[in-house]
């Protein structure tokens, strides 16, 4: 990660303050069913998205990809020392132009499939993750805060991690408001 990657990453998270993440399970009660339906999934939201937008066609925008400091919360879930350099890329997932979801991944780099992610472009993780046969998805944890790397605003977000053989990932979704709005989905 160069200098200037990384002084943009500190101000964006001092900008937001850390990300504060609740277990499903506490956030439920305050969550609409519409959204628990969202939130809650366990399978593939590349493929949720892209049915419920039809027949817009659905696009990933690869907003970065490096090399980098897990922030404190992400090497806390993926149980890491704060600070250690991991993979790491934010995109929008839109449908037609509009984004309805930014993610944030971030992976440690041992047992990284280099290869395989290296390549992804603009096509989702999730499109590669769901096609391993022994993949495991940890609990879902939730937030009321932003994404902190992109300005679109949104009423939940949700993060799991997800492990493959020797590789683990954590997969961080911000629900946008245009997707809520697209969707006709409450505000929570």
């Known amino acids: ?6 002084v943009s990453d500190s101000r964006s998270h001092a900008k937001h303050g850390p990300v504060r993440w609740l277990p499903l399970a506490a956030i439920r009660p305050a969550m609409s069913p519409a959204w628990r339906r969202w939130v809650g999934s366990r399978d593939s939201l590349t493929l949720r998205l892209t049915e419920a937008g039809r027949p817009r066609p659905f696009r990933v925008h690869l907003i970065d990809q490096r ?6 919360d992400e090497a806390q879930a993926l149980g890491l020392p704060t600070g250690r350099q991991a993979w790491q890329r934010e995109v929008a ?3 037609g132009e509009t984004p309805w979801v930014v993610a944030r991944s971030v992976a440690p780099l041992e047992g990284l499939p280099a290869h395989d992610l290296a ?3 603009e096509r989702s993780l999730g499109s590669w993750l769901f096609r391993q ?3 495991e998805r940890g609990e879902i944890e939730v937030t009321r805060d ?3 790397f992109h300005e679109a605003h949104g009423p939940w977000g949700r993060r799991s991690v997800f492990h493959h053989g020797g590789f683990r990932v954590l997969v961080q979704e911000w629900f946008l408001d245009a997707m809520a709005d697209d969707l ?3 505000s929570r």
């Open 1 to 6: 990660m160069d200098r200037e990657s990384a």
């Open 67 to 72: 090399t980098g400091a897990l922030r404190r």
């Open 93 to 95: 997932l839109c449908l």
């Open 119 to 121: 390549h992804l472009g």
């Open 133 to 135: 046969p022994d993949l």
């Open 146 to 148: 932003p994404a902190g």
């Open 184 to 186: 006709g989905l409450p």
